[in-house]
Protein backbone atom coordinates (compact mmCIF):
# COMPACT_ATOMS: atom_id res chain seq x y z
CA UNK A 1 0.00 0.00 0.00
CA UNK A 2 1.95 3.44 -0.87
CA UNK A 3 2.22 5.84 1.84
CA UNK A 4 0.74 9.48 1.96
CA UNK A 5 3.91 12.38 2.03
CA UNK A 6 3.82 15.55 4.28
CA UNK A 7 5.96 18.31 4.84
CA UNK A 8 6.19 20.40 7.89
CA UNK A 9 7.16 23.70 8.62
CA UNK A 10 8.58 24.19 11.43
CA UNK A 11 10.71 26.54 13.90
CA UNK A 12 13.29 25.91 16.88
CA UNK A 13 15.51 27.71 19.42
CA UNK A 14 18.96 25.61 19.00
CA UNK A 15 20.48 26.91 22.90
CA UNK A 16 19.56 23.06 24.45
CA UNK A 17 20.11 21.40 21.06
CA UNK A 18 23.31 19.45 19.51
CA UNK A 19 22.01 20.28 16.36
CA UNK A 20 19.40 19.40 14.06
CA UNK A 21 19.85 16.04 12.45
CA UNK A 22 19.76 13.01 15.08
CA UNK A 23 22.73 11.57 16.75
CA UNK A 24 23.16 8.96 19.57
CA UNK A 25 22.60 9.78 23.10
CA UNK A 26 22.15 13.60 21.93
CA UNK A 27 19.01 15.81 22.20
CA UNK A 28 18.24 16.86 18.45
CA UNK A 29 15.45 18.80 16.52
CA UNK A 30 15.01 15.74 14.38
CA UNK A 31 14.98 13.70 17.94
CA UNK A 32 12.01 15.77 19.45
CA UNK A 33 10.34 15.72 16.36
CA UNK A 34 10.15 12.14 15.33
CA UNK A 35 9.27 11.41 19.12
CA UNK A 36 6.16 13.71 19.02
CA UNK A 37 5.31 11.91 15.56
CA UNK A 38 5.43 8.32 16.65
CA UNK A 39 3.51 9.19 19.63
CA UNK A 40 0.89 10.04 17.36
CA UNK A 41 1.61 6.85 14.90
CA UNK A 42 1.08 4.32 17.96
CA UNK A 43 -1.98 5.57 18.38
CA UNK A 44 -2.77 5.54 14.87
CA UNK A 45 -1.44 2.22 14.65
CA UNK A 46 1.41 3.46 12.06
CA UNK A 47 4.33 2.58 11.51
CA UNK A 48 7.30 4.35 13.03
CA UNK A 49 7.82 7.66 11.50
CA UNK A 50 11.01 9.16 9.88
CA UNK A 51 11.62 13.06 9.08
CA UNK A 52 13.79 13.82 6.74
CA UNK A 53 14.90 17.49 7.03
CA UNK A 54 15.87 19.84 4.36
CA UNK A 55 19.50 20.32 6.08
CA UNK A 56 20.83 20.01 9.08
CA UNK A 57 22.11 23.55 11.17
CA UNK A 58 24.72 22.99 14.11
CA UNK A 59 24.28 22.97 17.77
CA UNK A 60 23.34 26.04 19.50
CA UNK A 61 21.82 27.68 16.04
CA UNK A 62 18.14 28.61 15.73
CA UNK A 63 15.66 28.39 12.98
CA UNK A 64 12.55 30.61 12.59
CA UNK A 65 11.66 28.36 9.27
CA UNK A 66 12.48 25.13 9.05
CA UNK A 67 11.25 22.32 6.69
CA UNK A 68 11.01 18.22 6.42
CA UNK A 69 9.07 15.58 4.82
CA UNK A 70 7.45 11.80 6.38
CA UNK A 71 5.47 9.73 5.15
CA UNK A 72 2.31 7.78 7.00
CA UNK A 73 0.48 4.77 5.48
CA UNK A 74 -2.70 6.54 5.51
CA UNK A 75 -3.75 10.45 4.96
CA UNK A 76 -4.29 12.40 7.76
CA UNK A 77 -7.86 12.92 8.24
CA UNK A 78 -8.16 16.46 10.00
CA UNK A 79 -4.76 18.20 9.60
CA UNK A 80 -5.40 21.03 11.77
CA UNK A 81 -6.37 18.40 15.21
CA UNK A 82 -3.50 16.81 14.11
CA UNK A 83 -0.88 19.38 14.60
CA UNK A 84 -2.85 20.71 17.82
CA UNK A 85 -1.83 17.72 19.15
CA UNK A 86 1.66 17.57 17.92
CA UNK A 87 2.64 20.59 19.40
CA UNK A 88 1.14 19.71 22.72
CA UNK A 89 3.29 16.23 22.51
CA UNK A 90 6.55 18.54 21.57
CA UNK A 91 8.88 20.75 24.32
CA UNK A 92 8.65 24.70 24.09
CA UNK A 93 11.48 25.30 22.21
CA UNK A 94 10.33 23.51 19.06
CA UNK A 95 7.03 24.06 17.19
CA UNK A 96 5.68 23.04 13.83
CA UNK A 97 3.37 25.67 12.55
CA UNK A 98 2.28 24.08 8.76
CA UNK A 99 1.62 20.75 7.49
CA UNK A 100 0.71 19.76 4.08
CA UNK A 101 0.11 17.23 1.84
CA UNK A 102 2.69 16.63 -1.03
CA UNK A 103 3.41 15.08 -4.23
CA UNK A 104 5.05 11.44 -3.29
CA UNK A 105 8.29 12.37 -5.09
CA UNK A 106 8.90 15.85 -3.00
CA UNK A 107 12.16 15.81 -1.34
CA UNK A 108 12.72 18.28 1.53
CA UNK A 109 16.28 18.41 1.07
CA UNK A 110 16.46 17.75 -2.89
CA UNK A 111 14.11 20.01 -4.02
CA UNK A 112 14.96 22.85 -2.06
CA UNK A 113 16.52 25.75 -3.93
CA UNK A 114 17.81 28.13 -1.83
CA UNK A 115 18.06 29.22 2.19
CA UNK A 116 18.51 32.53 3.60
CA UNK A 117 20.19 32.70 6.87
CA UNK A 118 20.65 35.83 9.48
CA UNK A 119 23.14 36.63 11.66
CA UNK A 120 22.49 39.23 14.48
CA UNK A 121 24.79 41.29 16.28
CA UNK A 122 24.46 43.79 18.70
CA UNK A 123 26.94 46.33 18.19
CA UNK A 124 26.78 48.43 21.51
CA UNK A 125 28.23 49.55 24.99
CA UNK A 126 26.37 47.39 27.34
CA UNK A 127 24.62 43.57 25.90
CA UNK A 128 21.05 43.63 26.80
CA UNK A 129 19.53 40.64 28.93
CA UNK A 130 17.07 40.07 26.07
CA UNK A 131 19.47 39.83 23.40
CA UNK A 132 21.10 36.17 24.18
CA UNK A 133 20.30 35.24 20.71
CA UNK A 134 22.26 38.02 19.49
CA UNK A 135 26.12 38.05 19.34
CA UNK A 136 27.39 41.26 21.74
CA UNK A 137 30.60 42.81 19.68
CA UNK A 138 31.53 46.17 21.87
CA UNK A 139 35.28 46.08 20.58
CA UNK A 140 34.09 48.79 17.60
CA UNK A 141 31.57 50.39 15.62
CA UNK A 142 31.10 48.43 12.77
CA UNK A 143 30.94 49.88 9.05
CA UNK A 144 27.89 49.12 7.26
CA UNK A 145 29.26 50.23 4.00
CA UNK A 146 32.88 47.97 4.82
CA UNK A 147 30.90 45.34 5.50
CA UNK A 148 28.78 45.46 2.20
CA UNK A 149 31.75 45.66 0.27
CA UNK A 150 33.25 42.51 2.11
CA UNK A 151 29.97 40.65 1.70
CA UNK A 152 29.40 41.55 -2.27
CA UNK A 153 33.11 39.73 -3.38
CA UNK A 154 31.24 36.43 -2.02
CA UNK A 155 28.04 36.96 -4.21
CA UNK A 156 28.58 34.53 -7.09
CA UNK A 157 29.59 30.93 -7.35
CA UNK A 158 32.57 30.08 -5.74
CA UNK A 159 34.56 27.51 -4.46
CA UNK A 160 34.13 28.32 -0.50
CA UNK A 161 36.98 25.94 1.04
CA UNK A 162 38.47 28.91 2.73
CA UNK A 163 35.68 29.27 5.00
CA UNK A 164 34.59 25.36 5.43
CA UNK A 165 35.46 23.73 8.79
CA UNK A 166 36.43 20.22 8.62
CA UNK A 167 33.82 17.72 7.42
CA UNK A 168 32.95 14.07 5.24
CA UNK A 169 31.34 16.50 2.68
CA UNK A 170 33.35 16.09 -0.58
CA UNK A 171 31.84 19.60 -2.47
CA UNK A 172 33.36 22.89 -1.56
CA UNK A 173 31.26 25.06 -4.48
CA UNK A 174 28.13 27.14 -3.70
CA UNK A 175 26.37 30.07 -5.26
CA UNK A 176 25.67 32.99 -3.05
CA UNK A 177 22.47 35.01 -4.50
CA UNK A 178 22.54 37.76 -2.07
CA UNK A 179 24.69 38.98 0.57
CA UNK A 180 23.96 42.28 3.25
CA UNK A 181 24.42 43.83 6.40
CA UNK A 182 21.43 46.15 7.57
CA UNK A 183 21.74 48.28 10.18
CA UNK A 184 18.66 49.07 12.41
CA UNK A 185 18.99 51.60 15.49
CA UNK A 186 16.41 51.97 18.09
CA UNK A 187 15.74 54.45 20.26
CA UNK A 188 13.80 54.84 23.40
CA UNK A 189 14.27 57.27 25.89
CA UNK A 190 17.74 57.03 26.98
CA UNK A 191 18.08 53.59 25.90
CA UNK A 192 19.32 53.11 22.11
CA UNK A 193 20.18 50.00 20.68
CA UNK A 194 22.06 49.77 17.41
CA UNK A 195 21.86 46.14 15.39
CA UNK A 196 23.33 44.93 12.22
CA UNK A 197 21.61 41.49 10.42
CA UNK A 198 23.72 39.76 8.21
CA UNK A 199 21.81 37.73 5.85
CA UNK A 200 23.09 35.69 2.85
CA UNK A 201 21.32 33.72 0.45
CA UNK A 202 22.57 30.72 -1.50
CA UNK A 203 22.04 27.32 -3.13
CA UNK A 204 23.96 25.57 0.20
CA UNK A 205 26.06 26.32 2.77
CA UNK A 206 29.11 24.19 3.87
CA UNK A 207 29.54 23.45 7.42
CA UNK A 208 30.50 26.31 9.69
CA UNK A 209 30.52 28.92 6.60
CA UNK A 210 27.71 31.23 7.16
CA UNK A 211 29.95 31.29 10.92
CA UNK A 212 33.53 31.88 9.90
CA UNK A 213 32.70 34.77 6.98
CA UNK A 214 30.83 37.12 9.81
CA UNK A 215 33.98 35.57 11.56
CA UNK A 216 36.10 36.99 8.87
CA UNK A 217 33.99 39.72 8.32
CA UNK A 218 34.04 41.16 11.89
CA UNK A 219 37.92 40.38 11.80
CA UNK A 220 38.45 43.37 8.72
CA UNK A 221 36.42 45.59 10.66
CA UNK A 222 38.35 44.99 13.96
CA UNK A 223 42.06 45.92 12.61
CA UNK A 224 39.98 48.24 9.93
CA UNK A 225 41.48 46.01 6.53
CA UNK A 226 40.68 46.59 3.40
CA UNK A 227 37.83 44.47 2.21
CA UNK A 228 39.00 43.14 -0.70
CA UNK A 229 41.14 40.99 2.01
CA UNK A 230 37.89 38.79 1.38
CA UNK A 231 39.30 38.35 -2.23
CA UNK A 232 42.45 37.20 -1.24
CA UNK A 233 40.81 34.46 1.47
CA UNK A 234 38.43 32.99 -0.67
CA UNK A 235 40.83 32.62 -3.35
CA UNK A 236 43.21 31.02 -1.58
CA UNK A 237 40.72 27.94 -0.57
CA UNK A 238 42.91 27.82 2.77
CA UNK A 239 40.98 27.59 6.02
CA UNK A 240 43.90 28.49 7.85
CA UNK A 241 43.93 32.09 6.27
CA UNK A 242 40.22 32.37 7.34
CA UNK A 243 39.03 34.01 10.79
CA UNK A 244 37.69 32.07 13.60
CA UNK A 245 33.70 31.17 12.91
CA UNK A 246 31.48 33.48 15.07
CA UNK A 247 29.64 32.19 17.87
CA UNK A 248 26.64 29.53 17.11
CA UNK A 249 23.70 31.36 19.04
CA UNK A 250 23.64 34.43 16.73
CA UNK A 251 22.27 31.97 13.91
CA UNK A 252 18.99 31.40 12.36
CA UNK A 253 18.17 29.85 9.19
CA UNK A 254 15.34 32.33 8.33
CA UNK A 255 13.89 30.39 5.35
CA UNK A 256 13.84 26.99 2.96
CA UNK A 257 12.83 28.26 -0.59
CA UNK A 258 11.38 26.28 -3.35
CA UNK A 259 10.33 28.71 -5.49
CA UNK A 260 12.10 31.30 -7.56
CA UNK A 261 15.15 33.20 -5.55
CA UNK A 262 14.40 36.18 -7.22
CA UNK A 263 11.41 36.42 -5.71
CA UNK A 264 11.92 36.21 -2.43
CA UNK A 265 14.87 38.52 -2.22
CA UNK A 266 12.42 41.03 -3.97
CA UNK A 267 10.07 40.46 -1.41
CA UNK A 268 12.36 40.53 1.38
CA UNK A 269 13.66 43.93 -0.06
CA UNK A 270 10.33 45.50 -0.20
Known amino acids: MSKTRYIIYFEFLGADFFGSQK ?18 ACTLKKDKV ?11 VSSKYQTAHFDLDNKIENIDNFLYKLNCILPDDVKIFGLE ?9 KDAKYKHYRYSIQ ?17 CRLDINRMNKSLSFLIGHHDFSAFKSKSDNPYNDCIIYYAKAIEKVVKFEKKTQ ?10 RF ?12 LMIE ?8 MVEILNSKDRRNAANTASAE ?21
Request: aromatic share 12%; glycine share 4%.
Open 23 to 40: QPDKRTVQGEIEKALNVL
Open 50 to 60: NIFLSGRTDAK
Open 101 to 109: EVENSFHAQ
Open 123 to 139: NDHVASVFLKNCLFYPY
Open 194 to 203: RFIFIDIIGN
Open 206 to 217: LYNMVRTIVGQI
Open 222 to 229: RNNLNPEV
Open 250 to 270: ALSLEYVGYDNVDDYIKKINS
